[in-house]
C-alpha cells in the first residue's frame, strides 16, 4: 500500500491531531459522534440510541464539549448537543466502517 507524501507538519498541528484523537478513544464517545452525525439530540436521545447511563452520557459529553468537538444549544430547559462541524463525523464513521472490513 502506498501512501502519499504528506509535508511536515508544524509539531503542535500534530499535537493538535492527538488531542482530537484521544478525545474520541472512547467507544461511548464515537457512539455519540455517530448519533450526533445525524443532527442535533438532548441527552434522554443518546441514552436511549447508546443504551448506557445518563450520568455517563452526560460525563462523556463533557469530554467531547472541553475538546470542542459538540456545541450545546439551550430549548426550554434542555440542551441540544450538535457536532461543531461534520470533520469530526467523517472520521469517527470512515473508523466504524474500517473495523467492520
Do not use: F
Amino acid at each position: 500500500m502506498t501512501t502519499a507524501s504528506v509535508p511536515d507538519e508544524p509539531i503542535q498541528d500534530l499535537h493538535a491531531a492527538s488531542e482530537l484523537l484521544r478525545a474520541l478513544a472512547s467507544p461511548v464517545r464515537l457512539g455519540i459522534v455517530r448519533e450526533l452525525s445525524g443532527g442535533g439530540k438532548r441527552v434522554h436521545e443518546l441514552v436511549t440510541a447508546l443504551g448506557v447511563s445518563q450520568p455517563l452520557v452526560s460525563q462523556h459529553l463533557r469530554v467531547l464539549r472541553a475538546s470542542r468537538i459538540v456545541t450545546t444549544r439551550r430549548e426550554a430547559r434542555e440542551i441540544e448537543y450538535s457536532l461543531t462541524d461534520d470533520h469530526v463525523a467523517h472520521i469517527v464513521l470512515d473508523a466504524i466502517r474500517h473495523a467492520q472490513e
